[in-house]
């Protein structure tokens, strides 16, 4: 029942921004990690970026400087702003919920960067 939704994808150019959401029926949403992945084809799966419980956030040395990610506890939503983009950000973009007995996926959103 618990389900993980993106959305914000689309095609953008190289410079342009793209803002992802993840709203989410997560209970108890606050005690979750909240992560963005991504992945290209060919590639693996990498973790972009994350906010923990208390908001503290981390990004990959990739993205850092350039996405910036957010939650909103009483919307049960994370975010992801994307700025400065670049044709190797292009991917599937997939939400993540973690918490220590649950993990939890969103079905991706798909990112191009392009002109």
């Known amino acids: 029942q618990v389900q993980l939704v993106e959305s914000g994808g689309g095609l953008v150019q190289p410079g342009g921004s793209l803002s992802l959401s993840c709203a989410t029926s997560v209970m108890a949403f606050g005690l979750y990690i909240m992560r963005w992945y991504r992945q290209a084809p060919g590639k693996q799966r990498e973790l972009v970026a994350q906010i923990d419980t208390g908001g503290m956030t981390n990004y990959a040395d990739s993205v850092k400087g350039r996405f910036t990610i957010s939650r909103d506890n009483a919307k049960n939503t994370a975010f992801l702003q994307m700025n400065s983009l670049k044709p190797e950000d292009t991917a599937v973009y997939y939400c993540?919920?973690?918490?220590?007995?649950?993990?939890?996926w969103g079905q991706g959103t798909q990112v191009t960067v392009s002109s």
């Open positions: 993540n919920a973690l918490s220590a007995k649950n993990n939890y």
